[in-house]
Structure formats: C-alpha cells, structure tokens
C-alpha cells in the first residue's frame, strides 16, 4: 500500500520568511496530492491540490511541487504570516478504483511574529 | 447539506459503556472517510465508505469498532466498551471524487472517563 513520509515535523519561522514542507510517497500509481491546514480546534482543510499532469501550482503566497520521478511533492509558503500557523497534512491519492487516502503525519508549523 | 456535519460535538461518556457518533455527508457525495485524530497526533485512518459498501475497514483498531452507512448518505460509527484509548476527536470526511479532495466535518470529540 502507499507510504506517505512527511518532514518536518515541527518548523518554526520568523514571520516574512519561507517555510517549505516536503513528503514523499511510495505507490507510483498515486496522481493527486492535496495539502490540508489544520488550525488548533478546527477541521482541516483543503488549502492546495496538484495532480500528477502538473509540475507546480501556485495560489498567491502558497505553492506546491511535484516531482513524480523522486516521488516527492512539497509544500511552499512565502512571505508568513502569524495567522499561517498551523499543523498541515499532504496526502497522496490514487483515484482510480478504490480512492485509498494515505496522510503524511503532519507538520506543525509556528510562525514567530 | 452545505457541509459535512457531525454530532455530537462532544461526548462524555464513562469506560464500557458503548457511544454511536453519526456524520451526515454532503449530498452527492458518494465516498466517506472515518479519522480519528488524538491529542497533537495526525490522522489515523478508521473505514472508508464507496456508497453503502466499506471495501477497506482496515484501520478499525478492534472488534470493538463498526460503522455503517445507509441510502449511501448518513454513516454511524458504534464503540462498543469504551476505553479510555479511545478518547479523541473523530473526523469524518466525503468526497464526490478523490480528484477533487474532501470535506472534512468538524468532528466529534470523544472523551471516555
């Protein structure tokens, strides 16, 4: 089955600056990759999505890579906000037959004011 | 629906007796997730739905856990002799396609004391 690995855990960074979250996934068979931000307390949500057609996409100040060779996609957040802190989760999907979801075990990113 | 709701919110409930928690998915949404989600953990795969039918139940922790879903819309998921391991928030998610990611609900927080 997939194996999501995500790193790092925990990040901290100083507001204004760039914080790059990465994982990398096992089944090459996945083609959809979203991002979800999990405020304290709250649900999470979608944030961002790539699929595996597409190298890069960007969404004002969040981006996402996908390098479907290494097997790995990444998560970039530029210019950061305190309200950007967060735990963010990537996921790897395969949405052919049986849409398995396997989750990364999260980042918890701190945004220091 | 407009989104994916859960209830209870929250429930207390005392060690051994058994809790039902129910999402009700967004219309049209043909798959359902069950998460649970533990204090500052990430996201731990329960059952996934496709209409009624639950092709992969392989992350119920026990015999202790079931779920079902009816008319391929409302899901209830039964603990039976709750433990204290049990205690966390349960997330539910739908998806009309895993191309087009999910909607998590807002959980259910269980606490077995």
């Known amino acids: 089955g997939e194996n999501v690995e995500q790193h790092p855990s925990t990040l901290s960074v100083q507001e204004g600056d760039s914080a790059v979250i990465k994982c990398t996934y096992s089944?090459?068979?996945?083609?959809?990759f979203p991002w979800y931000k999990q405020e304290l307390g709250k649900r999470p949500q979608l944030i961002i999505d790539i699929r595996s057609n597409v190298g890069e996409k960007k969404d004002q100040r969040i981006a996402v890579t996908l390098n479907k060779t290494a097997k790995h996609f990444s998560l970039h957040i530029t210019e950061t906000q305190p309200e950007d802190s967060a735990v963010y989760f990537c996921?790897?999907?395969?949405?052919?037959?049986?849409?398995?979801?396997?989750f990364g075990i999260g980042t918890k990113l701190q945004v220091i004011p | 629906g407009a989104g994916v709701s859960q209830s209870p919110s929250n429930k207390v409930t005392e060690k051994g007796k058994d809790v039902e928690l129910r999402c009700d998915p967004i219309?049209?949404?043909?798959?359902l997730y069950w998460y649970r989600q533990s204090l500052g953990q990430g996201l731990e795969f329960l059952i996934y739905?496709?209409?009624?039918?639950?092709?992969?139940k392989s992350g119920l922790p026990s015999d202790r856990f079931s779920a079902e879903r009816t008319g391929g819309s409302v899901s209830t998921l039964t603990i039976q002799r709750t433990q204290q391991e049990d205690s966390a928030v349960y997330l539910c998610?739908?998806?009309?396609?895993?191309?087009?990611?999910?909607?998590f609900g807002s959980g259910t927080r269980l606490t077995v004391v």
């Open positions: 089944d090459s068979a996945s083609n959809y």
């Open positions: 998610a739908s998806s009309s396609s895993a191309l087009y990611g999910y909607t």
């Open positions: 996921a790897a999907i395969y949405s052919g037959g049986y849409q398995k979801v396997t």
């Open positions: 219309s049209g949404h043909t798959a």
């Open positions: 739905f496709q209409g009624n039918s639950a092709p992969d």
